[in-house]
């Protein structure tokens, strides 16, 4: 399996609502990220996990809350969004071992907030 | 803290030109990578350029870095349909986090 895959693809929620975005790997790598994407932007880093120790949070609001359950999984928790919080979700991974590693990218979740 | 530039910002081409896409970065980045998307998709890796003189080539793209200038290109050689994306480079230094230039939409037509 070469892939990153995310769930859902798509996900529509009010600014009161609870809601979880995940990813999974099952390349063996140990290092996963989170990207927001915002139409027409670059991504731009959330959070990095590197070994499922949270090694990068780019001051990201604690409405955004990220959980490594295990080297496979990455999930970001999503409470008391905004509707500029809207955007495409891209999760990524790389082997972890070195920084000169690839990071490869999911399909993305596209989050709408009403 | 680094920051990358590209550009054009959009390029229209028609089929059979070549043009050159620019990422220029500010401070030293030690390697450099190109990325692909197309619309409403997720990023697709092209090359991983690591060292300066470094060129790498697949079909119709090919990318080089020189760090002395900190400038890499993406050379497009006839243009096809096809590579209508947008293309974005990012760099990094000594840490996990890449930083993405603006990207280049480039529409390639008839």
């Known amino acids: 399996d070469t892939e990153v895959t995310q769930t859902p693809k798509h996900l529509v929620m009010g600014m009161t609502n609870k809601k979880s975005l995940k990813c999974e790997q099952h390349?063996?790598?140990?290092?996963m990220y989170w990207y927001k994407q915002k139409a027409k932007k670059p991504p731009e880093l959330m959070f990095v996990?590197?070994?499922?120790?949270?090694?990068i949070n780019e001051s990201v609001p604690s409405r955004f809350s990220p959980e490594c359950p295990n080297s496979s999984l990455l999930n970001l928790h999503l409470h008391a969004l905004q509707p500029e919080d809207s955007a495409l979700y891209l999760c990524?991974?790389?082997?972890?071992?070195?920084?000169?590693?690839?990071?490869?990218f999911g399909p993305g979740t596209r989050l709408t907030v009403l | 803290e680094l920051k990358v530039e590209q550009n054009p910002l959009f390029l229209s081409m028609q089929e059979g030109k070549n043009y050159t896409i620019y990422c220029n970065y500010s401070?030293?980045?030690?390697?450099l990578y190109w990325y692909r998307q197309d619309p409403g998709k997720s990023l697709e890796s092209l090359f991983v350029?690591?060292?300066?003189?470094a060129v790498k080539q697949e079909g119709r793209l090919m990318a080089s870095l020189d760090t002395k200038a900190r400038l890499s290109t993406l050379h497009i050689t006839a243009a096809v349909h096809d590579l209508s994306a947008t293309y974005f480079c990012?760099?990094?230094?000594?840490?996990?986090?890449?930083?993405f230039g603006t990207g280049t939409r480039l529409q390639v037509f008839p």
């Open positions: 990524a991974s790389s082997p972890g071992t070195s920084l000169f590693d690839e990071q490869f």
């Open positions: 390349m063996g790598h140990r290092a």
């Open positions: 996990y590197s070994y499922e120790k949270l090694s």
């Open positions: 401070t030293t980045s030690d390697r």
């Open positions: 350029l690591l060292s300066n003189g």
């Open positions: 990012a760099g990094s230094y000594n840490t996990d986090k890449l930083i």
